[in-house]
């Protein structure tokens, strides 16, 4: 019996060459996930429809003060490259045409899971910590709740609130911004 290869860790760089030639295609979901190329859950209509309304809403309130990104990739590093549902990020000269946001430009990020909690909260949650995400909020279709995910510290986040029906939610960086967890969650 002989020994187990080792796991090969791609880089961001790697990943898009591989994307140039042709491995991936525009309609594959994948994302790179801590140097892993990951298949992505599809995305039902409860999913579909609750990044809609998120996404529509913010851009609405946040016009002029920042971006919303829907499925768009952001960079962590070397070896990630994850595509949150949203991603709220500071606006810049000339967009995010010439480079994907990095953890300085995002504020918020928007994870909306019904199949995909587990990979949410064990994969991508820490990811988004060890690249200092200031936040995270976590909509967890099947909990009927939002996780916020807050304080990053070592590669995890030291606060968490979960905020239920008939509550609020406002982000650390818009804290004017107060939305109706009711409205979020449909």
Known sequence: MGM???????????????????????????????????????????????????????????????IVRVQNPVQLGDHAEPQPDIAVVRPRPGGYRGGHPGPRDVLLVVEVADTSLRDDRERKLPLYAQAGIPEVWLVNLPQDGIDIHREPRAGTYTSLRTARRGETVSPLAFPSLVLRVDDILG
Do not use: N
Request: some cysteine; overall charge negative.
């Open 4 to 66: 187990p290869l080792a796991t090969r860790r791609f880089t961001v760089d790697e990943y898009h060459r591989m994307a140039e030639a042709g491995i991936f295609h525009e309609d594959d979901r994948v994302e790179l996930l801590d140097g892993q190329i990951v298949e992505m859950t599809p995305i039902g209509p409860e999913h579909a429809g609750c990044v809609d309304d998120l996404a529509q809403w913010l851009t609405q309130h946040l016009r002029g003060s920042a």
